[in-house]
């Protein structure tokens, strides 16, 4: 299964007691894939993206990257990301590479709820795109995670796209494991009480998607934070794509 995406940075820091979990935000390039995955088949979700900052992302247009809030910085002109797609292998000779050009972050953004952010590409990329969530429909069931984060707590980014099924946990039960920190509306939860399979350090910013009613994958969550990756009753925290459609729409039309 994929490697929790917590909110962690590159640098794993260490885990904060049970009874007061902090929110470690998973941005920086430092440990291997989604936690308890396995290898994703080349071709198999062709919106993923990779983003040399160390995040994930997926293509909501051929020039437009869903990403996370926390890791990009502020709204404007930025030539220094490169987007990486087409491959799951990140060293194979076929990856497409393009650069950025301007990033879009959520208005409001201060490091709790509201983490997306949109980067807009020099170049196309002629692949297939994740259509994003503008219901509650979807907020349930089983979700699919996949990234190129840590396997393992603390471990190394991986070569190799990873993925994994994660079930859907209630704000309630998320609640009472953070301690009241979920903000109901713009987070959703999903991982499995025992833990053992999660996102981690490294798969910020990708997306938790699921088939929707016509079978087609449709983008529910963006992998945001969480206490460490793949914990017993830590179960990841997602940011809430339908609350923030209409905006995201929006701002890509003005990219």
């Known amino acids: 299964m994929v490697a929790a995406i917590s909110l962690q940075t590159a640098s794993a820091s260490a885990a904060p007691a ?41 293509l909501y247009s051929s020039t437009v990257v869903l990403t996370a809030a926390h890791c990009v910085g502020a709204t404007g002109n930025n030539t220094s990301i490169t987007a990486t797609a087409g ?20 208005p409001g953004y201060n490091g709790s709820g509201k983490d997306w952010a949109l980067i807009k590409l020099a170049a196309p990329i002629n ?8 219901t509650t429909a979807y907020n349930s069931g089983t979700f699919t995670v996949a990234g190129w984060g840590s396997a393992t707590e603390g471990g190394a980014q991986q070569r ?3 993925k994994a099924n994660v079930p859907f946990v209630s704000d309630a039960s998320c ?33 938790m998607f699921r088939r929707d ?27 809430e794509v339908s609350t923030f459609a209409s905006a995201i729409a929006s701002a890509a039309a003005t990219l």
């Open 213 to 239: 009613n016509t079978n087609a994958w449709i983008q529910v969550g963006i992998v945001s934070w969480g206490n460490g990756c793949a914990r017993p009753n830590y179960p990841g925290v997602y940011t």
């Open 87 to 106: 491959v799951v292998d990140l060293q194979s000779t076929s990856a497409v590479k393009v650069r950025s050009t301007k990033i879009y972050r959520a």
């Open 18 to 58: 049970p009874d007061a979990p902090a929110k470690t935000q998973a941005a920086a390039p430092l440990a291997p894939p989604v936690v308890g995955g396995t290898r994703a088949a080349q071709g198999e979700f062709p919106f993923m993206v990779r983003l040399s900052m160390g995040c994930g992302g997926s």
């Open 175 to 207: 609640n009472s494991s953070y301690g009241g920190q979920i903000i109901a509306g713009e987070e959703i939860c999903a991982g499995y009480a025992a833990g053992g399979t999660d996102t981690c350090q490294g798969d910020s910013g990708g997306p």
């Open 160 to 162: 190799y796209l990873l």
């Open 127 to 134: 692949l297939p795109t994740l259509k994003i969530a503008t």
